[in-house]
């Protein structure tokens, strides 16, 4: 029987082929670090949204809500409309 040459896995297009590889995996690394970071987000805004709602109940003004959050009266106002919104 005739032997087969295995083939070189070592020349460029074998390691442009791993540096392909790499980059993708870290690609991919950085979608999933992406996502998970988006669904804190939001899940970040669905509680600040609640406890505005919550001091806006307990009486508190828009100012004092701006500050707890650190931001302008108008800023804090205006994130409540736009999350009650859908925005």
Known sequence: PEEVAMPDHSGPLAEAKRAHDEAYARAGAAARELEE?????????????????????DGMTWAQIGAAIGVSAQAASQMFKRYAEGR
């Open 37 to 57: 970071a988006r669904r804190a987000r939001d899940e970040a805004r669905s509680l600040i949204h609640t406890a505005m709602k919550c001091a806006r109940q």
